[in-house]
């Protein structure tokens, strides 16, 4: 059973950073893509990054673009999320997903992960 845990979040004032960080164990970490979603208060989940399993490639809402990292050291078991500029807008729950054993295309939608962490809370103070 694939097993995701976040870590790192916590309260920031507007301009700050933070990192996010996700052990993953179960499986062969370095086989699949991983992803980041969050959700704000009163608002639908959304897609925030994914990266592919070589790293090679990553993928982002437009939102985050130029302000957030997502990498991964499959050597670690671990994905990270580096969190830069933050805004109020980014408070939310952030969670760290990955996909069933069967995806292969990496995806930047909810339908496309199938084991999900607790979720990690991020507060940008304005």
């Known amino acids: 059973q694939v097993q995701l845990i976040e870590s790192g979040g916590g309260l920031v004032q507007a301009g700050g950073s933070l990192r996010l960080s996700c052990a993953s164990s179960?499986?062969?970490?370095?086989?699949?893509?991983m992803g980041w979603f969050r959700q704000a208060p009163g608002k639908e989940r959304e897609f925030v990054a994914a990266?592919?399993?070589?790293?090679?490639?990553?993928y982002y809402v437009d939102s985050v673009k130029g302000r957030f990292t997502i990498s991964r050291v499959n050597a670690k078991n671990t994905v990270y999320l580096q969190m830069n500029s933050l805004k109020p807008e980014d408070t939310a729950v952030y969670y760290c997903?990955?996909?069933?054993?069967?995806?292969?295309?990496?995806?930047?939608?909810?339908?496309?992960?199938?084991?999900w962490g607790q979720g990690t809370q991020v507060t940008v103070s304005s």
């Open positions: 997903a990955a996909p069933s054993d069967n995806t292969v295309m990496t995806s930047t939608t909810e339908s496309g992960y199938k084991y």
């Open positions: 179960g499986r062969t970490f370095s086989s699949y893509f």
């Open positions: 990266i592919r399993r070589s790293s090679g490639t990553t």
